[in-house]
């Protein structure tokens, strides 16, 4: 064995978790600013889609955030803010097909993420996917 390796464990932003990682990091930003745009012109309009927005730009950013970052205290954060997102994307989608008049804008979970090609729906499944496959029995990384 080779002293000048150690081994440590796969993280969550390591191998596919990188393009995790990005892809809700995309999301972060594209309802943030969505929201902020929605929220600063048409408030009125529609006020508890607006919310529910910036509320999901708020899971992705947290969910960004504690993907990236190694420790016991993010993966929580993060099995948190995925769980969250799936249980708001899957309530907000079936609402809004149900009963269209509650959603007379669209919110970024609306008809189960359909405005952003289902992604929304899959993203968080996948997330919670990775973080299960890394937890504790991830193959090592040789740094």
Known sequence: MDRDRVTVPEGTASGPGRLLVA?????????????????????????????????????????????????????????????VELAGVVVVGAVSLALPAAFPEPTVWSAFGQGYGFVPLVLPVLGLLWLRRTAGHAPAVRV
């Open 23 to 83: 892809v809700y990091g995309i999301f972060a930003l594209a309802a943030s600013a969505r929201a902020g745009v929605q929220i600063a012109l048409r408030f009125d309009e529609a006020p508890v889609a607006y919310l529910l927005s910036a509320f999901a730009a708020a899971v992705y950013i947290l969910a960004t955030v504690a993907l990236a970052r190694p420790g016991a205290l993010s993966r929580t954060l993060a099995w948190a803010a995925c769980g």
